[in-house]
């Protein structure tokens, strides 16, 4: 007996998306924007404060390693001036401060 197109069995669900495929694709997104990107976020608030509030004395870490006690803050510049040893004193981009290094101690 030959094999009949007619006779086979319907298509398992309609052409295209359905409505579990999409709520699966917002429950995703969903816990990718509560996991990941929202935490970033705060915590990019949180050093651009402390970068914001920043005073002469304070002492700070580089994003290269660099420990250091802030000199001069240059206002209207975007960039500070850090002592990194005494009597060595260094200019450096205002967005590499990353951390107060007495606060970094303390959570040791």
Do not use: C, H, W
């Amino acid at each position: 007996m030959p094999f009949n197109l007619l006779d086979a069995a319907p298509a398992a669900g309609a052409p295209g998306m359905d409505y579990t495929m999409i709520i699966m694709l917002v429950a995703m997104f969903a816990i990718l924007y509560f996991f990941m990107i929202r935490p970033q976020q705060k915590k990019q608030k949180e050093i651009q404060k402390f970068r914001n509030s920043l005073t002469v004395g304070t002492r700070v870490i580089t994003a290269g390693g660099l420990y250091g006690t802030v000199k001069d803050l240059n206002n209207g510049e975007n960039y500070i001036s850090l002592e990194i040893a005494k009597g060595v004193t260094i200019q450096i981009d205002r967005n590499y401060v990353f951390a107060d290094n007495d606060q970094a101690a303390r959570t040791k």
